[in-house]
């Protein structure tokens, strides 16, 4: 009964913020109904936002199986920073997800595996992103077949795409956008929860001033930490370590 997420951004659940700042996010959301549907859940999460895949299936789930009582669940989703960079090797990120499953099962621990929601039409340059993506969701959609493993796909969520469920830098989700994934992730689970749906509006302003606040705002300090070999996620460290319990 303890449940500890690992993952980047999307799993810390940027975007989600409460009102001191701190993240929320999708799996926070589910572990508070897994709480509520039986107290004897626990929770951590483990994700840091810039996290490659490869510190993912490794530090961040060396530190899960880890964990004393070890994880009985443990959710997996990375690849979305790889697939940023022009050398990613999607053949790579599918053998790094194929070990982070094997690992679990030979532990004992349930895992199940997330894509990221898909940002594309939002962002500079989204349509090769939108490439590079679906080839790696069909892949693990593939491998996690053949493991027999619950596969949460939000990257193929075509009501995740609208843009009233993205923050401001159209690269992470908001409140809304967070609230949906928890639903397909309990649906997953088997857990009864109503589906989260935004509704219907138009998508807001994308005009020069608007685009131009945006490029400053949000894509500028992203190519510079690249440009100095720097992530978002540098000196960051998990926000719950421990076994905790959310409402």
């Not at 940023?84 to 990120?93: P, S």
């Not at 590079?132 to 193929?156: M, P, S």
């Not at 956008?177 to 857990?191: E, N, Q, S």
């Not at 989260?196 to 994308?206: C, D, P, Q, V």
């Amino acid at each position: 009964m303890r449940y500890v997420a690992i993952g980047d951004s999307f799993s810390e659940g940027m975007g989600d913020e409460r009102a001191d700042g701190t993240p929320r996010g999708w799996a926070d959301l589910v572990a508070a109904a897994l709480i509520a549907d039986d107290p004897r859940w626990q929770y951590a999460n483990l994700a840091i936002r810039g996290r490659l895949l490869e510190p993912i299936v490794t530090t961040q789930l060396d530190a899960a199986l880890a964990m004393s009582p070890p994880p009985t669940l443990v959710s997996l989703n990375g690849g979305g920073n790889d697939m940023m960079r022009r050398n990613a090797d999607l053949a790579h990120l599918v053998r790094l997800i194929e070990g982070a499953i094997e690992r679990c099962t030979a532990a004992g621990v349930r895992i199940m595996v997330l894509s990221g929601a898909d940002p594309s039409d939002h962002l500079p340059l989204g349509r090769v992103l939108r490439r590079r993506a679906d080839q790696l969701t069909e892949a693990v959609r593939d491998l996690t077949g053949r493991h027999g493993v619950l596969f949460v796909d939000c990257f193929g969520d075509a009501e995740l795409r609208r843009s009233g469920y993205w923050s401001a830098d159209r690269l992470h989700l908001n409140a809304a956008g967070h609230r949906r994934v928890a639903g397909l992730v309990l649906a997953g689970l088997g857990v009864a929860d109503a589906e989260h749906r935004i509704a219907e509006g138009h998508a807001g302003s994308r005009g020069l001033i608007v685009q131009a606040r945006y490029y400053r705002q949000h894509v500028l300090p992203w190519v510079l930490r690249r440009a100095r070999g720097r992530s978002s996620g540098d000196g960051r460290t998990a926000k719950y370590p421990a076994w905790t319990s959310v409402s």
